[in-house]
DNA sequence: GATCATTATGGTCAAAATGACCATAAAGGA
DNA sequence: TCCTTTATGGTCATTTTGACCATAATGATC
């Protein structure tokens, strides 16, 4: 047992799964492990629960201390509580999803974003696959403590969440002016397959236009090649958690 | 605060929700607790988590020690980690759904029933309320702790699973002999509405029968006044957790 | 400027699923 | 025997879904 945590105590930390669509790709940032145990590994940004503070509260502590952002959303995935977990001795772990905006993630400062690695997310023959950035290839039993298990825990409750709660909308630069294409591109990197516009507009149209949870702004996208998408805006109502 | 617990320390603790269909009817069992905070008050079966044992041997251990049931079924529902949730000090408290099938509520001696509480989870205006056999009422904030909360976030959970996951037919007495109408009812006890006979069973056909997890038998129910139903079995798959 | 590739958007059409019914079957109770 | 109760099966209009095809509006290329 690490020496740094008392023998016969129990410790409660939380871990983020930091999500963002880039590239068509769902990606997850990875945080390398500067000391035993698993030192060296490429680990979930985690951290202890004070005293006085809620799950909710370290993981937001945690996410400002590494990156600048304001607006993500958390979402507790599950709460791990094998005896076996960590090494160093009893630690049980909740963790979250954390979705962040592409664009927010690109427009960090250098430094900042060399202190974590930025890994795609795929599925081959369910089985988890993380590709960095730089030819990386990492499998669950690659990562710290069983990191691999949460983060499969986490892809499948997005993907089964994202066609029947708005968590897909999270994922977007901005909630204020969205084009139905940035949707589809985060639902296909999310679910790992392409999806048919037409449809998947539809589908989108149907439950959040008609039932007034999303309308129709007067401004147009002309950021990319084709024709310009009409920019829709998300209707926030305020939702008790969880 | 509390003199049993050393401030400044972190408690973890298990709560479960005990649910089971009787008379048609949602029933969660609540334990009256005899000391302060609280005393008096109805709450969730709660647990602290040893040191030497995962969240979920915690909650076996907790509901071996209540009731003499073999086979219950254990989902996770969340963590509930406010810093003020429990008086005595800082206690964060994962809460477990448990699902039991009603007749073996039924079977147990009455002394071990005289040890908890049986209530019916009715929604009034979207507001919880359980209704006691003996005509007490208590809504959320009559309960200890936060566990109004807890149970409310539990009932959503479980409505918005019944649909998409076999957790409906945990509540069964036997999973290799049921009836569709015994099923029937425990969907509308969890949904707390009357549901269409005809289109209910068209739907779990579908969705079990024709992919091979439930298959029909070969014996019959002859238990009550009509026509005798045909008994149907679930083919249980090993899965993972979670 | 004409053409092409690209993205957005709209429409069609058959198949499948859903919701509201009605009808019949097979038991026990009066 | 008739009635009530539960189980089961079927119809039918409506809605939803999946697979397409067609057109619109832009930038890129020549």
Redesign the interface.
Known sequence: MHESLVR?????TVDMLILTVKDGKLNLLLSRRKDAPYAGRWALPGRF?G??????TAVRKLLNEMLPVRDAFLE?L??F???NRDPRG?V?S?AYLVIIPGQKLDALPEDTKELFGQFAVTEESERLRLNGGDGTVLIGSDLAFDHGRIIE?GVLRLQGKIDYTDVGFRFLNNLKAFSLGELETVFEAVLGKKLDSSNFRRSILKRYEETGRMILTDREDKQKRGRPAALYQLIEKEGKK?
Chains 1, 2 share one sequence.
């Open positions: 016969g105590r129990l410790y409660v629960v005293v006085d503070e809620s799950a909710e507790q599950y709460t509580s094998d005896v009893r049980i909740t825990t969880p």
